[in-house]
């Protein structure tokens, strides 16, 4: 574990001491370039990343926390299905990130959609993290005290009304810390987005579910794949970049469990 954590910490160290010098303006307001990196911005990246995150929060988290409802307060113990849905649950959790792009591929073939929009993207990185979701809101719900759903149960409360009003209010701090992690998760991911068709060189700014976009692990990915230092010094600038990003995520999960958590 010490090991691990010294690699990490030199490995962080080293992408700060080289990505400190374009930690400029320019990082954030201009668009990449294929010749001219001294110029070059990670603008479409950044925005891209907001709205194919945000995309998949809209599509993950409500059927993850249907789902996950589904399960733990209303399916039968001997239900057939339930044990189906579960089971299949627990096996996607573990399957490889690019096969969700290939599945999402083949969807947006389907229904005629073109892949390398920021919906196909969504969608991607949506069935990705929803068995995350699934099993972070179980867990959740799972915490709750019994005694609450018995005493709205016996006060004339019927079992959906308990869940929106009892079960789901006291099982937001774990919610909320399971489905932004997962997000966290989804915003570095690049291999689904890849396969989709993800652009490396966007000089414009996503405007809508079917526009094209680019993300940061994409950027990277193309900046880092370059000889020129200056590609690399941008990597690493974009690197750290992301890694804020996802570290504000996290904050905002701690954030959210720490206010909805009661104090005894």
């Not at 691990?4 to 400190?20: A, E, R, Y």
């Not at 001219?36 to 950044?46: Q, V």
């Amino acid at each position: 574990l010490a090991f691990g954590i010294l690699v990490l910490i030199v490995l962080i160290v080293t992408t700060f001491i080289d990505g400190l010098p374009r930690m400029d303006k320019a990082l954030f307001t201009n668009y990449t370039s294929q010749i001219d990196p001294s110029s070059a911005g990670a603008r479409a990246a950044i925005l891209g990343t907001l709205w194919v995150i945000a995309t998949t929060a809209v599509l993950a988290i409500p059927i993850g926390i249907a789902a996950a409802a589904y399960l733990e307060e209303f399916a039968s113990k001997t239900s057939r299905f339930a044990h189906i849905v579960e089971l299949n649950v627990q096996n996607l959790a573990a399957v490889p990130a690019i096969l969700y792009g290939m599945l999402a591929a083949a969807a947006a073939l389907a229904i005629g959609l073109p892949r390398n929009t920021v919906l196909a993207g969504g969608i991607a990185l949506a069935l990705l993290i929803l068995p995350v979701v699934i099993v972070a809101t179980r867990e959740a719900l799972r915490a709750v005290p019994q005694e609450i759903r018995q005493g709205s149960l016996a006060l004339g409360a019927s079992p959906m009304q308990t869940l929106q009003r009892q079960t789901l209010p006291a099982a937001v701090p774990g919610i909320a810390t399971g489905t932004i992690l997962a997000l966290s998760r989804a915003m570095g991911e690049a291999a689904p987005l890849l396969l989709l068709g993800g652009l490396v060189f966007v000089k414009f700014d996503p405007n809508g579910l079917l526009s094209g976009f680019t993300t940061m692990p994409i950027q990277i990915f193309d900046w880092a794949g370059r000889s020129q230092e200056e590609f690399q010094q941008l990597a690493a600038a974009a690197s750290i970049l992301l890694l804020v990003m996802v570290i504000a995520l996290n904050g905002l999960a701690i954030i959210i469990r720490n206010k909805f958590t009661p104090t005894r």
